[in-house]
């Protein structure tokens, strides 16, 4: 590879490297931005409306888990 060839790849990729650093600096100010905007709230359920979590049970031991455990430990 040619001197002039491998100056005109560095400066190719510092070009790209500028260009990302450009976009990804906008895409965080902007977001900063919109998020410190005021006045702008996510949508809230209806009054009428109920909100239900699901409810967490946990661990349950049942068959299938039980034939497991009795298969790992042969």
């Given at each position: 590879m040619s001197e002039k060839s491998q100056q005109r790849t560095v400066r190719a990729h510092s070009e790209e490297r500028r260009r990302f650093l450009k976009t990804a600096g906008l895409a965080g100010s902007s977001a900063a931005a919109a998020a410190a905007m005021p006045g702008i709230v996510a949508?809230?359920?209806?009054?009428?409306?109920?909100?239900t979590e699901p409810v967490d049970t946990g661990y349950r031991e049942s068959a299938h888990v039980r034939d497991y455990y009795r298969t790992a430990s042969e």
């Open positions: 949508a809230a359920p209806e009054a009428g409306e109920t909100v």
